[in-house]
C-alpha cells in the first residue's frame, strides 16, 4: 500500500521541518553596547562637569558683574556691570601689550616646535644608534621641574651667565632677560626646547601609522633623504601636525611659569608678560577678581579662535 507524499516545503502545513529561528536583532546590540559605553564614559564626563565646565560658567558670571573676594560666610552684593569689565580688559595697556607677547611667542615657538619635532622624530624613528638613550634624553626636560630648568637658563643667559661670557664684547646690552627685544623670544626658545620631548613623543607614535611602501617606492623611484621627507613623512603625519600645532598653540596661550620666573614676572616692563600671569597679578595680587574673568573669557575666545584657524591650515580636506 502506496503512502501518500508529504510537502516538504519550509512553511508549508503539516510540514515536519522546523522553520530556521530569527537573527537577533541587530539595534539591540548596538543600544548594549552604547549603553556600556555611556557608562565607562560617565565617570570621566563628570569630572569635567564638575572641575571644569562649572568654574567656567561661574567666571561667565563673574565677568559681568562687580565681584569681590570674602570671607567665607559674608554675604555681599555684586552688582550688574554688563560689559563693563569687559571694556576695561580691552583698554588696559598691559592686557594689550600681554597679548602681542603671545603673538611673538607663538609666531617662533610653533614653527620651531612642529619643524625640530618631526625631524627629530624622524631621525628617531629610523635605525638609529643609541636610539633608546636619544628618546629618553630629549624627553627627560619635559618631565623636569619648571623651576629647576629656569635656575639653569638664569645661570645660562643672566647678565653675568655662560652665555654672555663667552660672547664677551658681542653679548647684548642690555643683556637676555632684561632686554625688552629679546625676553619674550628667550622665553619662546626655553618653552620650545622644554616641550621638545613630548611633541617628539606623538610624531613618534604618528609615524608608525606611515605604510613601509611608501619608502619604498619612492627609494625605486631614486627620491633622496629630503624629498622623502617632504613627500612621504610629512603628508603621512599631517593630523599629527594639527594636533601638536593646536596644544602649542594652547601651552603657549597658557604661559605663566616661565616669565613669571625666568624675567622676574613679565619684565622688563611687562615686555614679557602673558595674558595668565596679567590674570593672576589683577585677580590674586590686586583683587580685581572680576577684571581677572573676563580676561579669562577673552583668552577662551583667542585660543579657540587660534585652534580653528591653526587647524584650517593644517587639515586639508581629503579627496
Given at each position: 500500500m502506496s503512502l501518500p507524499l508529504i510537502s516538504r516545503r519550509p512553511g508549508a502545513a503539516g510540514t515536519t521541518g522546523a522553520a530556521p529561528a530569527p537573527a537577533p536583532a541587530a539595534g539591540g546590540a548596538r543600544r548594549g553596547t552604547r549603553s556600556l559605553g555611556a557608562l565607562f564614559v560617565s565617570p570621566y564626563a563628570l569630572f569635567l562637569l564638575v572641575v571644569f565646565a562649572v568654574p567656567l560658567g561661574y567666571t561667565v558670571w563673574m565677568s559681568f558683574h562687580r565681584f569681590y573676594f570674602t570671607a567665607p560666610g559674608t554675604d555681599v552684593d555684586a552688582p550688574w556691570v554688563g560689559l563693563g569689565n569687559y571694556r576695561d580688559v580691552f583698554t588696559d595697556p598691559v592686557v594689550l601689550r600681554s597679548f602681542l607677547n603671545i603673538g611673538v611667542f607663538l609666531v617662533?615657538?610653533?614653527?620651531?616646535?612642529?619643524?625640530?619635532?618631526?625631524?627629530?622624530?624622524?631621525?628617531?624613528?629610523?635605525?638609529?644608534?643609541?636610539?633608546?638613550?636619544?628618546?629618553a634624553a630629549y624627553y627627560l626636560p619635559y618631565v623636569t621641574a619648571s623651576v629647576a630648568l629656569v635656575a639653569v637658563w638664569g645661570y645660562l643667559f643672566g647678565t653675568d651667565g655662560l652665555l654672555n661670557q663667552t660672547l664677551g664684547g658681542l653679548a647684548p646690552d642690555p643683556s637676555w632677560l632684561v632686554n625688552s627685544t629679546l625676553a619674550m623670544p628667550v622665553v619662546a626658545v626655553f618653552v620650545t626646547w622644554k616641550n621638545l620631548g613630548f611633541f617628539v613623543m606623538l610624531y613618534l607614535a604618528a609615524l608608525q601609522s606611515v605604510p613601509r611602501e611608501l619608502y619604498e617606492a619612492v627609494s625605486v623611484d631614486g627620491a633622496g633623504r629630503v624629498r622623502?621627507?617632504?613627500?612621504?613623512?610629512?603628508?603621512?603625519?599631517?593630523?599629527?601636525?594639527?594636533?601638536?600645532?593646536?596644544?602649542?598653540?594652547?601651552?603657549?596661550?597658557?604661559?605663566?611659569?616661565?616669565?613669571?620666573?625666568l624675567?622676574?614676572?613679565?619684565?622688563?616692563?611687562?615686555?614679557?608678560?602673558?595674558?595668565?600671569?596679567?590674570?593672576?597679578?589683577?585677580?590674586?595680587?590686586?583683587?580685581?577678581?572680576?577684571?581677572?574673568?573676563?580676561?579669562?573669557?577673552?583668552l577662551v575666545l583667542f585660543v579657540v579662535t587660534l585652534s580653528l584657524i591653526a587647524r584650517r591650515f593644517t587639515e586639508k580636506k581629503e579627496g
Open positions: 617662533l615657538n610653533i614653527p620651531l616646535t612642529v619643524v625640530l619635532s618631526l625631524v627629530l622624530a624622524s631621525a628617531l624613528n629610523s635605525r638609529l644608534p643609541m636610539r633608546s638613550f636619544f628618546r622623502t621627507f617632504l613627500t612621504v613623512t610629512v603628508p603621512g603625519v599631517r593630523h599629527a601636525t594639527t594636533l601638536v600645532t593646536v596644544l602649542a598653540i594652547i601651552k603657549g596661550c597658557n604661559l605663566f611659569t616661565e616669565p613669571y620666573l624675567t622676574g614676572g613679565g619684565g622688563p616692563d611687562h615686555a614679557s608678560a602673558s595674558p595668565v600671569l596679567i590674570l593672576y597679578q589683577k585677580g590674586i595680587e590686586q583683587a580685581h577678581p572680576d577684571f581677572a574673568a573676563a580676561l579669562g573669557v577673552v
